[in-house]
């Protein structure tokens, strides 16, 4: 690699990092406040939030990387334009296809950093996500012990507890269950205590009342208590046996023990070969997407202008290489044999850049130009 290769490629790496960052923190932003809300009114700590926050970026990057990469190398290429660097060596007889080596090297890179995130990260983090999610829903204690707070640990549920003592003792409990449209029960009691049976969890209400309004006939009964039980078990949201995500199931499971995997989780013969092959399309992607954006930027001449035109060009071929990423998955779950669909995509988006390269060596009004001389000459 030449010493120019490796200036390129350096600053390719370093606003390609810039581009990661910012997309990671603008979508990261976005997806952090519903994360912050939904957590923290659950009753769970901020250490919680910045776990679940953890474990989601790599799902996130996943997303962002090829787009990051593309920003990268449209960016740096058009910079090396406007300064004419591009242009100094062309004139000293360097090609476009012998300019393009820094590109291709990018890509390869981004492309084996889509390959470990999507083959191993990827998975490990959201089958961790997803165990944390389940505890957290099983987590009583975390869901509905916040005094001061109306908490909503289900829908159609309310609680409030004024005071917890040392001791674990509830004081001055209230709990409004409106999940039958037919009844609202609204439960007032002056103590309550959390009781562990097995695997469920009772509240047991001391010197209180029950207060049942039939919303069809609007006719409220009060029964006053000494003690009463409440299972709140349904409050957690228990789930047995969770089938794993698809994107949870590693490349290995995929590739050898599909049938287990079947029987097991659920997933298709279809859905894993999609998923499977997708891993490694997506890797394939960003290869395309860098080259496609240094060749289109490689099609037009020096200008004072810039290259806008070229520029544009490029972010269409991006939507469409995108788009046509979402078309082939569906044959593909339906019939598995088809899986080849996966990687057009990414065929089509290098064979246009190799076609721009194809171009920019050579153009068509300098082949015009030529073939026009060739013709004067033959006639005279």
Not at 106 to 116: D, E, N, S
Not at 210 to 234: C, G, K, N
Not at 266 to 275: N, P, R
């Amino acid at each position: 690699m030449s010493r120019f290769d490796r200036y390129v490629l350096s600053q390719y790496l370093l606003f390609f990092g810039f581009f990661a960052l910012v997309l990671v923190a603008v979508f990261w932003v976005n997806r952090a406040v519903v994360l912050f809300d939904r957590l923290i009114g659950d009753g769970q700590s901020v250490l919680v939030f910045l776990e679940f926050s953890a474990l989601t970026l790599p799902n996130l990057i996943r997303m962002i990387l090829p787009i990051a990469a593309f920003a990268a190398t449209v960016w740096v290429t058009n910079r090396l334009n406007s300064e004419s660097e591009l242009t100094v060596l062309r004139s000293t007889g360097s090609s476009p296809w012998q300019l393009a080596r820094p590109a291709l090297t990018f890509g390869l890179l981004c492309a084996a950093m889509m390959l470990v995130l999507t083959h191993f990260l990827l998975p490990l983090s959201i089958s961790k996500l997803d165990q944390r999610q389940s505890e957290v829903a099983r987590n009583v204690t975390a869901r509905i012990l916040n005094e001061g707070d109306f908490l909503h640990p289900a829908r159609g549920v309310t609680f409030y507890i004024r005071k917890i003592e040392d001791d674990g003792t509830l004081n001055d409990v209230f709990l409004s269950d409106r999940r039958d449209p037919d009844v609202t029960v609204t439960y007032t009691g002056a103590r309550a205590f959390l009781v562990r049976d097995e695997d469920r969890t009772h509240l047991i209400m001391v010197d209180g009342m029950a207060q049942r309004l039939h919303r069809e006939s609007r006719r409220l009964s009060s029964t006053a208590f000494e003690d009463f039980s409440y299972d709140i078990s349904l409050l957690t949201n228990k789930v047995e046996n969770p089938t794993r995500n698809i994107r949870a199931v590693p490349s290995v499971e995929l590739m050898y023990n599909r049938d287990a995997v079947k029987a097991q989780e659920g997933h298709s013969i279809g859905v894993q070969t999609e998923e499977l092959h997708l891993r490694f399309a997506r890797a394939l992607v960003c290869i395309a997407v860098t080259l496609i954006g240094f060749s289109a930027l490689m099609l037009g001449s020096f200008s004072r202008f810039g290259v806008w035109r070229q520029a544009l060009l490029a972010f269409v071929l991006l939507i469409i290489v995108e788009g046509l990423r979402g078309v082939v998955s569906e044959p593909v779950l339906e019939n598995p044999q088809m899986w080849p669909l996966i990687y057009v995509p990414t065929v089509f988006g290098i064979g246009v850049a190799l076609l721009f390269l194809q171009l920019s060596a050579r153009p068509v009004g300098v082949r015009l130009k030529q073939l026009r001389h060739a013709r004067q000459e033959a006639a005279s």
